[in-house]
């Protein structure tokens, strides 16, 4: 095993939940040597064309990345490892909420430039469905993500980098959904949701607060002197738990984690479906690796 690969630990636990043939056609090319050729790509940000021989044809490589990115094979091995830990109470429903910007490659931004106005028009709009924004930066994609109070990742949305954090939050709660194992319907609901300024917005607020859920989000400056300067007609200051404030390093640290997978860091997909993707399968990673060092003595 080389660094980076699976180990046969974490081979163990996905190895019953991947599609298995059905008897027609060829047979699949071993599973485990595809995704380890899949993670030497991601970690390393590299063409797919340059994976090396050992993992097999990089065409096998790239076509089952893409297949299982189709049909919610990636999504679904995630979903299995957060629905383990939940079934046995360790997953603790305290999230934090953020977004992290990643720079877009000149090979994910692939659309010609120039041209009559309705081609820079549609260009415009093939950026946008592609979750590509134009910032001072260049292009950029930003990643929002939710993580539970260890610091792993629960869900992920994509939208173009010069998007607002508070715009996309209701899409980003609207993916929460995990589900039971048995009885009953997936829960989507934390106890309590940690985010920073970038959320302090009312309509968030009572989003949060019309479903139970308790909202550690600090006020900016501007708010807090409004309120003020309304007096007794600007209401009460919003509750605001300083100390479990604190537990929002832990988004940031897992942002830092999956950062250090290079296509990861910078986009080089033109495909949001397969950007996403691959930050799905990164978020996974991190899964087994806790698996392991909890199952550690």
Request: net charge positive.
């Amino acid at each position: 095993m080389r660094r980076g690969e699976l180990t046969d630990k974490a081979w163990q636990r996905i190895e019953p939940l991947l599609p298995a043939t059905d008897g027609r056609g060829r047979p699949w090319r071993d599973h485990r040597q595809v995704i380890d050729g899949i993670l030497w790509r991601l970690r390393t940000g590299a063409p797919w064309r340059d994976i090396p021989e050992r993992y097999g044809p990089w065409q096998t490589c790239y076509e089952r990345f893409k297949r299982w990115d189709t049909d919610g094979t990636w999504a679904r091995l995630l979903e299995q490892m957060q629905v383990k830990d939940d079934s046995v109470g360790k997953v603790e429903w305290s999230f934090s909420i953020d977004s992290t910007i990643s720079r877009a490659h000149q090979h994910a931004a692939g659309a010609r430039k120039g041209g009559t106005t309705a081609g820079r028009s549609n260009t415009k709009q093939s950026q946008r469905r592609q979750a590509l924004g134009r910032s001072r930066g260049g292009l950029t994609t930003k990643l929002h993500m939710i993580t539970e109070a260890r610091g792993l990742p629960m869900t992920l949305h994509l939208t173009a980098g010069n998007v607002v954090d508070c715009t996309a939050f209701e899409a980003v709660m609207a993916k929460l959904r995990l589900p039971r194992i048995g009885a009953g319907r997936p829960r989507s609901r934390p106890d309590r949701l940690i985010g920073d300024k970038g959320y302090s917005s009312k309509k968030i607020r009572t989003y949060l607060r019309r479903r139970g859920i308790q909202a550690v989000i600090p006020e900016r400056k501007d708010q807090i002197a409004n309120r003020k300067r309304k007096g007794s007609h600007g209401g009460r200051p919003y509750a605001f738990d300083a100390e479990t404030y604190k537990q929002r390093n832990l988004v940031e640290r897992c942002f830092g984690k999956l950062k250090q997978w290079r296509a990861i860091a910078t986009r080089f997909d033109k495909l949001a479906s397969r950007y996403l993707a691959g930050a799905t399968i990164g978020c996974l990673m991190l899964w087994l690796r806790h698996r392991e060092l909890s199952d550690t003595p």
